[in-house]
Every structure is written in structure tokens, then in C-alpha cells.
């Protein structure tokens, strides 16, 4: 017997072609824990590696590709392949992603944001009368699909820090296509939930039985479209993906829709993958980057987080394992003046201008402290919450409708090196778009399309002033996608760090923390209260991501169904809050760099999700 990654498997089994010298990978024997409901994790120490992610099978391949010798780029690579197979409700090679990656010295942002079409405008998502679309029916035509942007980034990663070679990292997902996986709870549960997937015939005929039921969980799946789509892929680098059949496939598919959209084969071959300069935040002793726009997700974060350190009462303890009524009413009216300012100002770079030229203008200490200044400890600002005036611009921006967002997964690595990325990726609803693609194979399965079109504005414009986020040819929709990496502040003096706005990436200390999670707009107060777990009280990692939620977008508040006391919901009521119960299903990951050097990884109860690495406990 030889062991490959935690399990023994007989010598010789499913080795592929692709498989290089010293990685054979082996299909694990496990079963992919339930993804319904609340369940709980015990975290998880490891000596010197981590990997965490949605799905089990894919912290798995993440983890055999690191005891081969490869590094945080290369698992993040096989574990998002593996997650377009056997999570694609939630992402895949047909959307797009923010990574942060630290090399042991400096922090690098990887944006494979999709991008709108050459041929969209301002008007994509109006009717005939010039009146927004309804949401869904937006969703789930061709004008939803943006250019995918994941497998473009995954390979300039690749290029500038991989180890293994690229085609090494398509072993674990080639050989599950081509064998078959099982069908998770969550996956089951998903497809069970979704009126419009059955709608498309492919999708119907490859994830529905002949009576229209979803596959039943442990279901053996295959997927021989997406093992060749891939393969091909694998050997031949992106342009496999961005040229060719696979693209002229995706082109006619979103151009043949009932409603159809403008993406051609030219959009696809003229996407170019971004890095970025990420945005360090100091917060007291540690120093926080995250991914700088066109994601909302570390300016409305550190905004929330930098509105309560005005707040006299902000550090309530917990009561009776959930945040107080005291510190959870300031993190909601916090989180409401941050959603005003992100509404107004934050969106694609390329188009849209920072407040005062500067986004840091928005994290200024003397503009927090003044907008915090608005909190009141015992009444609610409510829903009529005006953006503030960070720095001047040059053209007046209008403050859009409200719409839903969705979408995404979430995977944190850190390798034996102390490599270390925080990824964040979608398809933006449940299975995007609901376009089946086979990439022009004829085989069954195939990937499923985006919707990221839908994360624009559907309105341009309010009262003759446009909206930040609006559509425009060739931009990125604004994302929530907060990919977050950690590190002590390299002085002891935490007044001096909260002083500032921000630092250099390249001038990062150490090592701290790798966490995100899914939920559109929800992943901001996700990844915040998380972020305050684990800095002001005291909570592990795992510890962390068992609270419960309650958040506002900037409208209602929403709380976690059945997991808030009575007597803190009462309390938030008095104070004018409007409660909606939800079930707010984050997907957070997160891995800690402990005292000891060690490691100390959390995956959300709330999902399949897990952690694997050496000498896992």
C-alpha cells in the first residue's frame, strides 16, 4: 500500500498521464460531510500546512498537491478545478476571482474579475420602456454572462510563483470527471431548491433524474465534458479555455439565449487577467489586506471595523456564546454607514474615480471618527442612511436601488514555506446564469455560465447623476468577494498604527491569518465579526465561525434563524431595528499561524466545508 495525501490506496491506482513525476494522485475514500443545517466542527491543528475549503474532496487534492512538494499557488489551483466539479452551484471556470497571495514577504492581489462585453452599455439591463428588468429574469439570460476571469488569473499566479508544472494540477479533477464523484447533501440540496437549472435542457437531462428530481446524494457523478474541456486546458495553458471550441461554444450559447447577450469569441480572446495593489489596513496590532477595487469587500470592512474603534462601547463580551445586543446594535449601524459609502462611491477603477483620487480617503481615522459620531447607543439610524463626503469628485455619483447579490466560495492555504492565499471565487447566483456549456464536446455535463452581469447596477443613472457601478463595455461589476490575509503590525505602538489608513504591501509583518467566505453582500459582516473573534474575544478559529450572525446590508437585520437569543433580539428591536430570520449561510474559512508556529484551521459549520494539512488533529 502506498499513502497519497490521509489515505491508502493500492499501488497503481488511477494514475494518469498528466500525473508528473513523485504526485499520483488517489481518489480519497471519504464521504462529504452534510451540508444542511448547523453542524459541528471541532477546527483543526496541523504542524506545518493547511488547506481549507468548501468541499472535501478539494481540500484533499489541495493537500496531496502540497505534501508533492508544490506550494499555496499550485493547491489553490487543484482545489478550485475540484470545486468546479463537484460545487459548481457556487463557482468554476466559468467566473471569476480575487486571490491574495503572500510569498513569505509581500502581499500580491490576482483580480479574474469577469469583465462586461465590448457590445453591453448602460442600457443591458433595461427593457423596451427603459425600466430595469426583474432580477431573474435578468439572471437567466445571455445579457447575465461576463467574460470569465478565473482561469486566466489561476495561470498568471501560475506563472509568476507556481512550482509544480500547470497540468500537474488537473490530475485530481481529470481523474473525479472521468471516475465519478458522490453527490453531497449540499450539492442534492441545492439542486433541489433551484427552479430555473431545470429550465435549461442540458442541465435538466445531466443533474436531474428522468422525473425531474435532483440526483440523490452519494449519486455517482461523472462529467466527461468538463475531464476533456480540462485536459485540454491543462496541456495547453488558458488559451485552450479563451480560444477555440471551448470559446466559440461559450459565445454562441450566451448569443442563442431567448434573451441574448453580446459576448463573442473577440471579448473572450481580449480578457486579461490583473494584479493589483492590495489594500493593507492597520487595525491596532495587526495589519489587515485585503483586495482593493473593483471589490467592495476590505473598504467596507475596515470602514465598519474603523467605526467602532470610535465607538466608546463597541468591545461588548459575549453573552451566552453570541455578540451582545450593546456591541452587535453598533456593528449593524457601523455596517450601515459603510454600505451607504460603498452604494455611492466604489466600483471598477478603470471607470470610476476614488473619492479625493485616494480610496483611502474612505479608511481616513478623522472621517471614521466623524461619521461615527452619527451612531447613537440606543436608537437605530434606520434605512435612510446618507453616504458621507470622504474627498471631493469630479462628477456627482448617485446612490443606486438596492438588488440582491449571491454567489461564491471561499479557500485559505498556507503551505510549509508560510506561502500563504486567501481566494475567493463565483459563479454569482446558485450555478450562475443556468447555461450549461460542454465547451462544444457533444458529451455530457460541461461547466456552468456566470451571471456576474448582475453585480452592475441594472439603474445608470438617478435624477440625471450616474451610478458608480453602472454597466459600461469592458468594466468589472462591483464584487463583495473579501479574500482577507492578516499580520502583526511590526510596531508595538497600536495608536501610532490606528493613525493611519494604510501601509505598503511589501511591508507586511508576520504571518497572522488567512480567512473569507461566500455570501454576496453578507460576506462584509462575515469576514468583520470574524475578524473581531478572533483580535478582541478571545476565539479560535473554529470558535469563531460557530457565532451566530446578524448583519444588515443596510436595510433590514437580518438574524441567523434559531441561533440568536431572545433577549438580544428584543433588544435590538427596542432599539428600532426591523428583524427578518434567515438563514444566513456563510461558508467561512479560516486558517491561524498559532504561537508556537503551528497552525490552527476552521471551516464553517454551516457547510461541507473542511480543513486538511499535516498531522491533522
Known amino acids: 500500500m502506498l499513502r ?61 498537491i502540497l505534501e508533492a512538494g508544490g506550494n499555496a499557488i499550485d493547491a489553490a489551483i487543484a482545489v478550485q478545478m475540484v470545486l468546479a466539479l463537484v460545487e459548481p452551484q457556487s463557482s468554476g471556470i466559468g467566473g471569476g476571482g480575487f486571490m491574495l497571495h503572500f510569498d513569505g514577504r509581500k502581499v500580491t492581489a490576482f483580480d479574474g474579475r469577469e469583465t462586461a462585453p465590448a457590445g453591453a452599455d448602460e442600457t443591458l439591463f433595461l427593457d423596451d420602456a427603459g425600466k430595469p428588468l426583474a432580477f431573474m429574469e435578468a439572471v437567466t439570460s445571455g445579457r447575465s454572462v461576463g467574460v470569465p476571469g478565473v482561469v486566466k488569473m489561476l495561470e498568471k499566479a501560475h506563472d509568476q510563483y507556481g512550482r509544480l ?68 486546458i491543462a496541456r495547453h495553458g488558458s488559451g485552450a479555455f479563451y480560444r477555440g471550441s471551448i470559446a466559440s461554444d461559450l459565445a454562441d450559447r450566451v448569443q442563442s439565449q431567448a434573451s441574448p447577450g453580446t459576448l463573442t469569441v473577440d471579448d473572450l480572446d481580449a480578457y486579461t487577467a490583473k494584479v493589483r495593489e492590495p489594500l493593507c489596513t492597520p487595525w491596532q496590532r495587526w495589519d489587515v489586506c485585503g483586495f482593493p477595487p473593483p471589490s467592495s469587500g476590505h473598504l467596507t470592512i475596515m470602514q465598519t471595523l474603523g467605526l467602532l474603534a470610535h465607538e466608546p462601547m463597541a468591545r461588548a463580551p459575549l453573552n451566552n456564546g453570541a455578540p451582545g445586543s450593546d456591541w452587535l446594535h453598533r ?11 460603498r452604494n455611492r462611491y466604489i466600483g471598477d477603477p478603470a ?33 435612510s442612511v446618507s453616504p458621507g463626503q470622504p474627498g471631493e469628485l469630479d462628477v456627482s455619483l448617485a446612490t443606486p436601488p438596492r438588488q440582491p447579490e449571491y454567489g461564491t466560495s471561499h479557500i485559505s492555504i498556507v503551505d510549509a514555506d508560510g506561502n500563504a492565499i486567501a481566494m475567493t471565487t463565483s459563479v454569482e447566483q446558485a450555478f450562475g446564469s443556468r447555461i450549461l456549456a460542454d465547451g462544444g464536446t457533444g458529451l455530457a455535463g460541461g461547466y456552468l455560465l456566470n451571471n456576474q452581469l448582475t453585480d452592475f447596477s441594472f439603474t445608470p443613472e438617478v435624477n440625471g447623476k450616474p451610478v458608480a457601478n453602472r454597466v459600461q463595455p469592458g468594466k468589472r461589476p462591483r464584487s463583495s468577494m473579501s479574500p482577507t490575509l492578516v499580520f502583526e503590525h511590526d510596531t508595538a505602538d497600536a495608536d501610532e498604527a490606528s493613525s493611519r489608513a494604510s501601509i505598503e504591501g511589501d511591508g507586511v509583518g508576520r504571518f497572522v491569518a488567512s480567512l473569507g467566505s461566500p455570501g454576496g453582500a453578507a460576506i462584509i459582516p462575515y469576514v468583520a465579526q470574524t475578524l473581531v473573534a478572533l483580535r478582541d474575544w478571545g476565539l479560535d478559529a473554529q470558535q469563531a465561525l460557530a457565532l451566530p450572525h446578524a448583519l444588515t446590508l443596510g436595510g433590514d437585520v437580518y438574524v441567523e434563524k434559531g441561533r440568536v437569543p431572545e433577549a438580544t433580539r428584543d433588544a435590538l428591536s427596542e432599539r428600532g431595528h426591523t428583524l427578518d430570520d434567515r438563514e444566513l449561510t456563510s461558508g467561512l474559512g479560516v486558517i491561524v499561524r498559532q504561537d508556537d508556529n503551528t497552525l490552527f484551521g476552521g471551516a464553517d459549520p454551516r457547510r461541507e466545508g473542511v480543513v486538511m494539512g499535516d498531522d491533522v488533529e
Open 351 to 383: 471607470f470610476v474615480e476614488a473619492p479625493g483620487g485616494d480610496w483611502q480617503t474612505l479608511l481616513a481615522p478623522a472621517y471614521l471618527q466623524k461619521r461615527a459620531e452619527l451612531i447613537s447607543r440606543d436608537k437605530s439610524l434606520g434605512e
Open 331 to 341: 456593528f449593524i449601524e457601523a455596517s450601515r454607514l459603510a454600505f451607504a459609502d
Open 4 to 64: 497519497l495525501g490521509r489515505y491508502l490506496c493500492p499501488l497503481g491506482m488511477l494514475l494518469l498521464p498528466l500525473s508528473a513525476p513523485g504526485f499520483d494522485y488517489a481518489t480519497p475514500a471519504l464521504s462529504p460531510e452534510s451540508g444542511s443545517g448547523f453542524e459541528e466542527k471541532p477546527g483543526w491543528a496541523t504542524e506545518s500546512f493547511a488547506v481549507v475549503a468548501a468541499n472535501p474532496l478539494a481540500a484533499d487534492a489541495g493537500e496531496q
Open 165 to 232: 508544472d500547470w497540468e500537474t494540477l488537473f490530475a485530481p479533477v481529470i481523474t473525479l470527471a472521468e471516475d465519478g464523484f458522490k453527490v453531497s447533501p449540499r450539492l442534492h440540496q441545492s439542486l433541489a431548491d433551484d427552479d430555473y437549472l431545470p429550465r435549461n435542457p442540458a442541465a435538466r437531462a445531466f443533474y436531474y433524474t428522468d422525473d425531474g428530481d435532483a440526483l440523490p446524494v452519494g449519486d455517482t457523478l461523472t462529467n466527461p465534458a468538463l475531464a476533456a474541456m480540462l485536459e485540454d
